[in-house]
């Protein structure tokens, strides 16, 4: 109940902080808050909202996928060498997502099977990929994608402002919600990152359990690279690069505990619009992309720092409330 508490308190900063995001930046801005610079903003973070709902399981659980912005870019890449060999566009979009699942299921192979840390693991494979993508595609773009594809990348849901891709990440982001913190397998993910040795005792299939959240991992890098490639209708075996980072800043920043065993997606999806309504401030003011690199990376030297100075300052007024009761005593 307490953790409840914590997280609830944590997620319900965070909805403050988007609220007085959005309200700086109108202030900024007047075209911040319009509905069409609105819609612009949240189509822009699409493919980290995305790859945040899977990479929020995995660290709960207590690992890591570092290679997953790579793996979009080996995926898009995959796509438009197939399209520009003349393949369908399903079966190239078929290919991209077997593709990422291999890429996961690699990754998840060698965590679990060869007992190799995660954060080695994905940093090797996120050179790996990347360094494949460009195998296949070197410095080209495929372009010239199908009307109805690209329309599907950018296009918005009938009648409304809201991007496809978006829609999208909401139906997902509802569905990771009820099957982490509504189904037996989601308080599973708790124990393992709380204790795996324990978890191990109580008859989970800890290995398993991983290597099928590293193959989800793929697989949503793999659906993140359909809506890049649709949306900005170009596949390049640089796209999305650094986007690993905005997805660890947006679930650590959300309460995902970098130790395992705590968070809920409710906090992820909010540090997703908060980093997204950031950056969409700080481009409308015309700031340099260097300069939205180093915001990226005070977030998530933010998101793991204010967390545990919080757990600290809360240990060390429950130990001078029992110290006061012992006195009284």
């Given at each position: 109940m307490n953790r409840f508490r914590g997280l609830l308190g944590w997620e319900f900063s965070l909805i403050i902080l988007v609220g007085a995001a959005l309200l700086i930046g109108g202030l900024l801005s007047p075209d911040f808050l319009t509905g069409s610079n609105l819609s612009f903003l949240t189509a822009n973070f699409s493919e980290v909202a995305l790859m945040s709902l899977a990479m929020t399981l995995l660290i709960i659980v207590g690992e890591i996928d570092l290679s997953v912005a790579s793996i979009l870019g080996l995926c898009s890449a995959v796509i438009g060498v197939l399209f520009a060999a003349g393949v369908p566009m399903p079966l190239a979009i078929l290919a991209a997502f077997i593709t990422g699942g291999l890429a996961g299921l690699f990754n998840g192979l060698l965590v679990t099977r060869l007992g190799l840390p995660s954060l080695a693991v994905t940093i090797g494979t996120l050179a790996l990929y990347r360094g494949l993508a460009y195998v296949l595609l070197g410095d080209k773009a495929i372009a010239d994608f199908p009307a109805f594809y690209t329309n599907l990348g950018f296009g918005n849901v009938p009648g409304t402002l809201i991007p496809?891709?978006?829609?999208?990440?909401?139906?997902?982001?509802?569905?990771?919600?009820?099957?982490?913190?509504?189904?037996?397998?989601?308080?599973?993910?708790?124990?393992?990152?709380?204790?795996?040795?324990?978890?191990?005792?109580?008859?989970?299939?800890?290995?398993?359990?991983?290597?099928?959240?590293?193959?989800?991992?793929?697989?949503?890098?793999?659906?993140?690279?359909?809506?890049?490639?649709?949306?900005?209708?170009?596949?390049?075996?640089?796209?999305a690069s650094g986007f690993e980072l905005s997805v660890i800043a947006a679930v650590l920043l959300g309460g995902v505990s970098i130790f395992g065993g705590r968070g809920s997606v409710v906090g992820t999806v909010a540090a997703?619009?908060?980093?997204?309504?950031?950056?969409?401030?700080?481009?409308i003011l015309d700031v340099s992309n260097e300069i939205l690199t180093i915001v990226t990376g005070l977030l998530l030297i933010g998101s793991v720092l204010v967390p545990n100075l919080l757990t600290h300052f809360r240990t060390y007024q429950q130990r001078r409330r029992i110290k006061g009761d012992s006195v009284i005593q």
């Open positions: 496809l891709p978006m829609a999208l990440f909401a139906v997902l982001a509802i569905l990771t919600i009820v099957v982490l913190h509504a189904t037996p397998f989601g308080r599973s993910l708790y124990a393992i990152g709380a204790n795996q040795i324990a978890a191990r005792f109580s008859g989970l299939q800890v290995e398993r359990v991983k290597l099928s959240l590293f193959v989800l991992s793929g697989l949503m890098a793999a659906l993140a690279s359909a809506v890049y490639t649709f949306r900005f209708s170009s596949a390049r075996a640089d796209n997703v619009f908060l980093i997204g309504i950031i950056n969409g401030a700080l481009t």
